[in-house]
Nanobody, 114 residues
Framework: QVQLVVFGGGLVQSGGPLTLSCVTS????????LAWFRQPPGMEREFVGS???????YYAESVRGRFTISRDNAKNTMYLQMNSLKPEDTAVYYC????????WGQGTQVTVSS
């Protein structure tokens, strides 16, 4: 059973940076698809960005230019570096590994104060 653990959430001021880490029990060098999602308060879970191992990275329009996804294969970790945070980035952030089946981390709260 694949397990993912997310680290790094917290409270940050608007305009500030924050980095999330997603550690997987798999060797991510062989994992084609990893992604970040988030669920704002009272809203549906939404796509933030994804990383494939060919490699390619994709971002939602709302975060493009501010967020960066990277991988460290040696640490089996995917990162989400978030800069210029806005109050509307407040959400529970999740990482996902693969699609079928999909594995999810437990989520971490990110709160951006105005």
């Amino acid at each position: 059973q694949v397990q993912l653990v997310v680290f790094g959430g917290g409270l940050v001021q608007s305009g500030g940076p924050l980095t999330l880490s997603c550690v997987t029990s798999d060797s991510i060098a062989g994992v084609y698809y990893l992604a970040w999602f988030r669920q704002p308060p009272g809203m549906e879970r939404e796509f933030v960005g994804s990383s494939t191992n060919n490699p390619s990275v994709y971002y939602a329009e709302s975060v493009r230019g501010r967020f960066t996804i990277s991988r460290d294969n040696a640490k089996n970790t995917m990162y989400l570096q978030m800069n210029s945070l806005k109050p509307e980035d407040t959400a529970v952030y999740y990482c996902q590994q693969s699609v079928s089946p999909a594995y999810w981390g437990q989520g971490t709260q990110v709160t951006v104060s105005s």
